[in-house]
């Protein structure tokens, strides 16, 4: 038998669960930064990336967050 006791059935399930959310994570990143490369400044690389980075900096603070909680 593949799973002994429910808690290793319950764990696996979890694993699963949060590897699929990491999966999906991803993809929605993908799909951002696509547009971002398509709309936002595409004949100005640097610029585009910079703005991204303050763009992305000023809705962290701008949510109170601290850096430290995303780590």
Avoid: Q
């Avoid at 910079?50 to 850096?67: A, H, K, R, T």
């Amino acid at each position: 038998m593949i799973f002994k006791s429910k808690k290793n059935k319950k764990t696996l399930i979890y694993n699963i669960r949060v590897f699929l959310l990491l999966l999906a994570v991803v993809v929605i990143w993908r799909g951002i930064w696509n547009i971002f490369d398509r709309y936002f400044f595409p004949d100005y690389f640097m610029l585009s990336n910079i703005l991204s980075i303050v763009i992305g900096l000023v809705i962290i603070f701008i949510n109170d967050y601290e850096l430290e909680d995303l780590v």
